[in-house]
């Protein structure tokens, strides 16, 4: 807040393909019909780190939810593609929290864990993966999965 008004503390700068006319915001149909033709968008979701700040974006017909990583000492922003190596980073997606510094937690059930056996095996090295199942059934409590963000 300044004098003058309200000046953004972060602006991302998401690429559009249009905007949604002022007469269609009132049209739930419209809207959405308008929204799926868009490019990615801001859902809302960031969590703010010590070095860092993670912003989750939605992308209509994509099986992934992108985000983007605000790195303060870079001044620079860096968009995720979708494309990862580790099997755990799927799990990235889910609601973030920030923990220490540059670490942010999130959690999943076990049954949709589970459900990414195959790939996570196959995407991360075999101990990680052994330690993750071992014991895991769908009835286990949630699993939280820590990130370090290093750019």
Same mark, same amino acid.
């Given at each position: ?25 009132n049209n ?56 990862? +190596? &580790? =099997? ?8 973030? /929290?920030? @923990? #220490? ?13 589970m459900k ?16 993750? +199942? &071992? =014991? ?8 939280? /999965?820590? @990130? #370090?963000?290093?750019?």
């Amino acid at each position: 807040m300044t004098p003058n008004g309200v000046l953004p503390y972060y602006y991302l700068n998401v690429k559009r393909n249009g905007n949604i006319k002022e007469e269609d915001k009132n049209n739930v149909d419209k809207f959405n019909e308008k929204l799926e033709s868009l490019s990615a968008y801001f859902i809302g979701d960031f969590v703010e780190l010590k070095d860092y700040a993670i912003f989750g974006l939605s992308e209509p017909r994509s099986s992934w939810q992108r985000f983007a990583v605000y790195s303060k000492a870079k001044k620079k922003c860096y968009y995720c593609t979708g494309n990862y +190596f &580790d =099997g755990r980073l799927r799990f990235a997606l889910n609601p973030r /929290f920030p @923990y #220490r510094d540059d670490v942010f937690v999130t959690y999943a059930q076990a049954i949709e864990v589970m459900k990414f056996k195959d790939e996570i095996y196959r995407l991360c090295k075999k101990e990680d993966a052994e330690a993750l +199942f &071992d =014991g895991l059934t769908e009835d286990s409590n949630p699993i939280l /999965f820590f @990130y #370090r963000v290093k750019i």
